[in-house]
Nanobody, 122 residues
Framework: EVQLQASGGGLVQAGGSLRLSCAAS????????IAWFRQAPGKEREGILC????????YYLDSVKGRFIMSADNAKTTVYLQMNSLKPEDTAVYYC???????????????WGEGTLVTVSS
C-alpha cells in the first residue's frame, strides 16, 4: 500500500531540537513536491515548508526560516524536518505530504502522512 508515515514527534524544552521523519512506502520522493504542515490546538492547519525541485520552488513560513531545514536520505524514500531552536508556539501536530506538484498538495490530493505531535515546553 502506497503511503507516507510521519514520525519523530515528542516533548522537548524550548530551545531544543527534534528531527521528524516522513517515510514513503512503495515509491521514491525525488520527483515529488514535498510539504510539511502543522496544526496547533484550536488553530487551522498551516503550511510551514514546501519544496518542489521539478517546479524550482521553495517556501518556508517566515516563523520557521533559519530554524527548520528539510533534507532527504540518499534513497529518496525518507525526508526529514530538522527543527532547531524550538519555541512553545511550535507546539502542533505535524504532517507531511507529497504530490506531483504544489497545487496538488494545496488542493489536498497526493499522499498525506498521519500527523506526529510535537510539544515544546517553556
Amino acid at each position: 500500500e502506497v503511503q507516507l508515515q510521519a514520525s519523530g514527534g515528542g516533548l522537548v524544552q524550548a530551545g531544543g531540537s527534534l528531527r521528524l521523519s516522513c517515510a514513503a512506502s512503495e515509491f521514491t520522493l525525488d520527483d515529488y513536491a514535498i510539504a510539511w504542515f502543522r496544526q496547533a490546538p484550536g488553530k487551522e492547519r498551516e503550511g510551514i515548508l514546501c519544496i518542489s525541485s521539478t517546479e524550482g520552488t521553495t517556501y518556508y513560513l517566515d516563523s520557521v526560516k533559519g530554524r527548520f531545514i528539510m533534507s532527504a536520505d540518499n534513497a529518496k524514500t525518507t525526508v526529514y524536518l530538522q527543527m532547531n531552536s524550538l519555541k512553545p508556539e511550535d507546539t502542533a501536530v505535524y504532517y507531511c505530504a507529497a504530490a506531483n506538484n504544489i497545487a496538488a498538495i494545496q488542493g489536498g490530493s497526493g499522499y498525506w502522512g498521519e500527523g506526529t505531535l510535537v510539544t515544546v515546553s517553556s
